[in-house]
């Protein structure tokens, strides 16, 4: 890709825009999780077990029925945040 950036309707940029970035597209924004070990997480529509972080900063080793898979942190998530509700815990009377 040679040339000037433009702008997307094709106009150049002002010499103030020209040196700076667009924030949304870096990648130092996103804030990823620290997972414990024990805590669930939920990967690819499935629930598991955070068992270690491999120490590389980019993958981490899960439990799901008595498997263990090699995922990166990136993919998983909470899954109380998932299903959109808090799951509530009811004490027996």
């Known amino acids: 890709m040679?040339?000037?950036?433009?702008l997307p309707g094709g106009e150049p940029r002002k010499a103030s825009q020209r040196n700076k970035r667009n924030v949304s597209?870096?990648?130092?924004?996103?804030?990823?999780?620290?997972?414990?070990?024990?805590?669930?997480?939920?990967?690819k529509d499935r629930l598991g077990t955070f068992r270690r972080d491999l120490g590389d900063g980019e993958h981490?080793?899960?439990?799901?029925?008595?498997?263990?898979?090699r995922v990166r942190i990136g993919e998983?998530?909470?899954?109380?945040?998932?299903?959109?509700?808090?799951?509530?815990?009811?004490?027996?009377?």
């Open 60 to 69: 981490a080793e899960i439990v799901i029925e008595q498997r263990v898979y």
């Open 25 to 43: 597209s870096s990648g130092a924004a996103k804030i990823t999780p620290t997972w414990q070990p024990g805590a669930r997480v939920h990967w």
């Open 76 to 93: 998983l998530e909470d899954p109380q945040l998932m299903s959109g509700a808090v799951i509530r815990r009811t004490c027996p009377t």
């Open 2 to 6: 040679t040339g000037r950036t433009r």
